[in-house]
């Protein structure tokens, strides 16, 4: 088409058309799986359109068939059904529309979806999103709870109803979308998102009630449950009954059996919390007062100890101890100091019997030379030197008048040397 058109020699629409339809005559025939959201059956008309849509993708198909084809399945299928339709692309050049033309429908059965389903569960497993150290801790009183669910359901009621006769103050976000049906997994998962982000959203109840299996396929969609596991904020799954297990409850961070449970588990009860706290108190209060009572006793036979009980009884001991060793340290310090008096009395006698005074006193005299010297031999004076004579009373000048050598011992010289002397002046 490129190398046979210019600016100056275009192909004409109907051209182009053409060829563009030629080209997809050369497609074969491919089988196409998809959810049927529009079905136009015109009353005598020969041929069916449908519109068949892949939920995860967002993307649809317009598909004919004849009315032959569609009848065979027209009691089974219906918009929403999920089917498997063996079609040929076909371009329709004179409005340049494409369109499958089909030979075969076939509805997926129950056995084929829970196959798939079981499938992709194992995959996601595999990854780890279903993994119990993963989810995330409710917390213990959320004050703004996000809400999914479906616009005026019972499960919708059933949430606030609980919800707020439990703790009354619990506020809710609450996002009203359709819970199956073509467009459920796209609300449903836009729904989760924005409640996610949102500031004050503590927890998200993603609620639903009973279907059957293909009800519930919205909630086993691999997108929202991938959206889920990495919401930051827990999530609860509250979908069908208990027998009900869309993949949605095995991502959640609790899965709840019905509605009304979710309630309860996300909700305390403000009774039961106020019981609660009464009880805390009731023990906390027996507590302290045992320990009181216990302390009390265990003071008490303490202070009932004789040490305690009267407790100058020892101290009236140690003081007549003290007072008994006192007058003993002063009888034995009166003793010890008489005793020394009378050594130093005698001591003193002693000296005083010994002393050159006393000597003196009984006559005696100290004959000293110029230098000081004492005289204790005759040899050691000559005649006419002076000297000093020392008596008890006094000292004066003598002068030696003759020298004699004494006739006996040496202890006779003093009183020999004495006659020899003459006193000059008296002190």
């Given amino acids: 088409m490129a190398n046979t058109s210019s600016p100056e020699a275009p192909l004409p629409v109907g051209k182009v058309s053409a060829l563009i339809g030629g080209w997809i005559d050369r497609l074969g025939a491919v089988w196409v799986e998809g959810q049927i959201t529009q079905l136009s059956r015109r009353p005598g008309a020969g041929v069916v359109f449908l519109t068949l849509r892949d939920p995860q993708a967002d993307v649809s198909l317009t598909v004919t068939c004849f009315r032959s084809v569609f009848d065979q399945v027209a009691d089974v299928v219906q918009e929403g059904s999920r089917v498997v339709v063996h079609a040929k692309p076909e371009w329709y050049a004179a409005r340049g529309q494409l369109s499958m033309r089909a030979s075969e429908i076939r509805l997926v059965g129950l056995g084929e979806l829970l196959a798939r389903l079981e499938q992709l569960k194992r995959r996601l497993a595999g990854e780890g999103l279903f993994a119990a150290d993963r989810k995330r801790p409710l917390p213990f009183l959320p004050q703004c709870i996000g809400l999914v669910t479906g616009r005026g359901s019972a499960a919708e009621r059933d949430v606030l109803e609980n919800a707020r006769r439990r703790w009354p103050a619990v506020r809710f976000e609450v996002r009203n979308v359709p819970v ?16 996610d982000e949102h500031p004050e959203v503590d927890v998200i109840i993603v609620a639903r009630g009973g279907g059957s299996v293909e009800d519930l396929l919205p909630f086993s969609d691999e997108g929202l449950v991938r959206l889920v596991a990495a919401a930051r904020t827990p999530v609860v799954s509250a979908i069908g009954h208990e027998p009900d297990q869309p993949l949605l409850d095995f991502v959640a961070d609790l899965r709840a059996s019905t509605p009304t449970d979710a309630a309860k588990r996300v909700v305390p009860d403000v009774g039961e919390e106020l019981a609660k706290v009464r009880n805390l108190r009731d023990r906390a209060r027996r507590h302290v007062l045992g320990r009181v009572d216990r302390e009390q006793h265990g003071l008490d036979g303490v202070r009932s100890r004789p040490a305690l009980a009267v407790p100058h009884r020892m101290l009236d001991g ?3 101890e003290v007072a008994a060793l006192l007058e003993r340290a002063r009888r034995t310090l009166g003793h010890r100091l008489d005793h020394a008096q009378s050594d130093l009395g005698h001591t003193l006698a002693r000296v005083v019997a010994l002393s050159p005074a006393a000597t003196l006193e009984r006559g005696y005299a100290v004959l000293q ?30 002068t030696v008048a003759e020298t004699t050598e004494p006739a006996g011992t040496a202890e006779s010289a003093p009183a020999t040397a004495a006659a020899a002397v003459t006193a000059e002046t008296a002190e």
Avoid at 372 to 387: E, Y
């Fill in 318 to 320: 140690r003081g007549q």
């Fill in 180 to 195: 199956q049906g073509v467009s459920a997994v796209e609300r449903v998962s836009a729904a989760v998102r924005e409640l």
């Fill in 369 to 398: 030379r110029a230098d000081g010297t004492v005289v204790t031999h005759p040899a050691q004076v000559a005649s006419g030197d002076g000297l000093h004579a020392r008596v008890a009373g006094g000292g004066f000048s003598v």
